[in-house]
Nanobody, 124 residues
């Protein structure tokens, strides 16, 4: 059984920072690309960031580039999302996802494994 568990969400004021973590089990972590997606009420799921299995390549959605940073620690089977300069429009449920293939920025359906999500709320 593959399990992805997110943590680190919460309430923060605009301009503040949060660090999300996703701990993986039940898979060979080094062989999986990891990604963060988010979904706000009334909106479709949106790609936030992704990282290749080697950690060499990273990807960011246009709305977060320059503010968010993704990283992974394969020794800890964990992927992180450092979120700085948060804006109210960043408010959403953030999901960790994994796939045994390359990062996809357009299709959430190619990711076979998903966490339960963690709520991020940014107040103005």
């Amino acid at each position: 059984q593959v399990q992805l568990v997110e943590s680190g969400g919460g309430l923060v004021q605009a301009g503040g920072s949060l660090r999300l973590s996703c701990a993986a089990s039940g898979l060979t972590f080094r062989e999986y690309a990891m990604a963060w997606w988010r979904q706000a009420p009334g909106k479709e799921r949106e790609f936030v960031s992704g990282i290749s299995w080697t950690g060499q390549y990273t990807y960011y959605g246009d709305s977060v580039k320059g503010r968010f940073t993704i990283a992974r620690d394969n020794a800890k089977n964990t992927v992180y999302l450092q979120m700085n300069s948060l804006k109210p429009e960043d408010t959403a449920i953030y999901y960790c996802a994994a796939r045994n293939g390359p990062v996809s920025e357009r299709r959430s359906s190619v990711y076979d494994n998903w966490g339960q999500g963690t709520q991020v709320t940014v107040s103005s």
